[in-house]
């Protein structure tokens, strides 16, 4: 089992910026590639980012590219979530998930998620 606890969520203006931190607890953290989504009221859970075990590989979703970055420290067993230059249509729900494939980027391809952190952005 992985444990998975997300922070950093709050309330920022439009174009402003916030890093979202998940804390992995149990099985060993490198062994799984890291995805964030996010889940907005009324809407499905999408896709915003994916880093492989290393850190070496990401991947973003087209609305987020260039704003977001995700990164990972092994040694922390972390991964963050810096977002930039965050707009309204941002606010959402944001989730860390942890599977064993990089690729997957889906929400039936990940094994473990967490409880996930609130991000709301004022225009």
């Known amino acids: 089992q992985v444990q998975l606890v997300e922070s950093g969520g709050g309330l920022v203006q439009a174009g402003g910026s916030l890093r979202l931190s998940c804390v992995a607890s149990?099985?060993?953290?490198?062994?799984?590639?890291m995805d964030w989504f996010r889940q907005a009221p009324g809407k499905e859970r999408e896709f915003v980012a994916a880093i492989s075990w290393s850190g070496a590989a990401t991947y973003y979703a087209d609305s987020v590219k260039g704003r977001f970055t995700i990164s990972r420290d092994n040694a922390k067993n972390t991964v963050y979530l810096q977002m930039n230059s965050l707009k309204p249509e941002d606010t959402a729900v944001y989730y860390c998930?942890?599977?064993?494939?990089?690729?997957?980027?889906?929400?039936?391809?990940?094994?473990?998620w967490g409880k996930g952190t609130l991000v709301t952005v004022s225009s």
């Open positions: 998930a942890a599977g064993p494939n990089y690729f997957s980027r889906s929400y039936s391809g990940m094994t473990y």
């Open positions: 149990g099985r060993t953290f490198s062994n799984y590639a």
